[in-house]
């Protein structure tokens, strides 16, 4: 069965320092990735997905995110983060198998601290 | 921007009883979802819906869940006789089918007292 590790549990970062949210997967095709915010209290915004082609994806709000299959990772990252960002972090895989009726599979979360 | 709705934002209810979660999917979205998030804990897929019926389930999903879309635009979540740890925040989700590029809806915090 597929599954999906965030590592980190909590990372605190300064603000205006850069960021790197770590995500590895466990899936026996190559599975479609994405990253996903949620803020206190509010429902799951999709940061970044990646299906094919280019490696290393554009988000929203600055974010991006490098799939590298040898080490079964798609790590986020933001060159500089601000106030705002904090929030949990959730990586998630799916399988299309053509259908589009898969459930995605979610890592526990990271949940991002900034300090001033 | 089209958007997943849902209501009520927070149902509280007693143990044993029936609850129903409602959810009104993007328009033209074809495959409709469940998730559900334990305090504290990561989002687990509940349920997938297409064409009128289950496309694929998880294993919490038992029989005392069910799912339907009664019309063409709401797509409910029914739990017949609610337990303690029924409690939980309920995500809907939709996608046109394409790639599992799922949107979210804002969620259903459920208390089961």
């Known amino acids: 069965a597929q599954s999906v590790t965030q590592p980190d549990i909590h990372i605190t970062v300064s603000e205006g320092a850069s960021l790197e949210l770590r995500c590895n997967y466990s899936y026996g095709a190559t599975p479609y990735l994405f990253w996903y915010v949620q803020s206190p209290g509010q429902g799951l915004q999709l940061l970044l997905k990646y299906f094919s082609g280019d490696t290393l994806v554009q988000g929203i709000k600055g974010f991006e995110a490098e799939f590298k299959r040898s080490q079964s990772s798609f790590n986020l990252r933001k060159p500089s983060v601000h106030w705002s960002d904090a929030a949990e972090y959730f990586c998630a895989v799916g399988l299309y198998s053509g259908g589009g009726a898969d459930g995605l599979t979610f890592g526990k979360g990271t949940h991002l601290i900034i300090q001033p | 921007e089209p958007e997943v709705t849902q209501t009520p934002s927070h149902q509280v209810t007693q143990m044993g009883q029936e609850v129903i979660l409602r959810c009104v999917p993007i328009?033209?979205?074809?495959?409709f979802y469940w998730y559900r998030q334990i305090l504290g804990q990561k989002v687990e897929f509940l349920v997938s819906?297409?064409?009128?019926?289950?496309?694929?389930k998880s294993e919490i999903f038992d029989d005392q869940f069910s799912v339907e879309r009664p019309d063409g635009s709401n797509f409910t979540l029914k739990i017949r006789s609610t337990k303690l740890e029924d409690s939980a925040m309920y995500f809907c989700a939709s996608t046109r089918g394409d790639y599992n590029e799922q949107f979210f809806g804002p969620g259903t915090r459920l208390t089961v007292l």
């Open positions: 328009s033209n979205h074809l495959y």
């Open positions: 819906f297409y064409n009128n019926e289950i496309s694929e």
